[in-house]
């Protein structure tokens, strides 16, 4: 199986701030990464597909880049309601693995 | 709109066995694939399980091969997963999520989730 290291684990930020994470998968995955978003009690939401894709209706604050083994998110100008967990998911081979998890906090 | 609504979440007990359905609305249902994942108690996300469009492609995390089963029924727009031999590792929120496609295992939609709960 594929799997998925995401770092950190753990970020705080302000907003405002542009912040980074970085998703690394065991095996080459070309750009089949996926990025999701989840808040609690809410279902997750898609916000990059295929490494670098935005998703329809998701802010252009939201970018994504990497192809191969390593791959990074990156919001910019960070705003309230962006304090959230996101998880990497590879799209490439069966099991679809989801990284950890890297929840962003407000500092 | 993308509706998805799963049924089917309980408090079981070990050993037992336990089918969660997803109902689909608001959308072309033959057309997509459909997954399954499941967050445990203070978890991060995990796969459990896809199917594609027409039933063609089947797949399930290395932790529920052999003992899960994931079907669709396209007249119904509805998708099942059957868990059998549950055990205190399976509980977890279960979400019903839609493909992006047939099978690209990009999840465009989620539903909210259904709560299974494995204790005595």
């Not at chain 1, 304090?83 to 500092?107: D, N, V």
Request: proline share 4%.
């Amino acid at each position: 199986d594929i799997q998925m290291t995401q770092s950190p684990s753990s970020l705080s930020a302000s907003v405002g701030d542009r912040v980074t994470i970085t998703c690394r998968a065991s095996q080459r995955i070309s750009s089949n990464l996926n990025w999701y978003q989840h808040k609690p009690g809410k279902a997750p939401k898609l916000l990059i597909y295929d490494a670098s894709s935005l998703q329809s209706g998701v802010p252009s604050r939201f970018s994504g880049s990497g192809s191969g083994t390593d791959f990074t998110l990156s919001i910019s100008n960070l705003q309230p309601e962006d304090f959230a967990t996101y998880y990497c998911q590879q799209s490439s081979r069966t099991p679809h693995t989801f990284g950890q998890g890297t929840k962003l906090e407000i500092k | 709109e993308v509706h998805l609504v799963e049924s089917g979440g309980t408090l079981v007990q070990p050993g037992r066995s336990l089918r969660l359905a997803c109902a689909a609305s608001g959308f072309t249902f033959d057309n997509y694939g459909f997954h399954w994942v499941r967050q445990a108690p203070g978890k991060g996300l995990e796969w459990v399980s896809g199917i594609s469009w027409n039933s063609g492609k089947i797949a399930y995390a290395d932790s529920v091969k052999g003992r899960f089963t994931m079907s669709r029924d396209n007249a119904r727009k509805s998708v099942y997963l059957h868990m059998t031999s549950l055990s205190a590792e399976d509980t977890a929120l279960y979400y019903c999520a839609k493909d992006r496609a047939q099978w690209l295992a990009i999840i465009a939609h989620w539903g909210q989730g259904t709560l299974v709960t494995v204790s005595s």
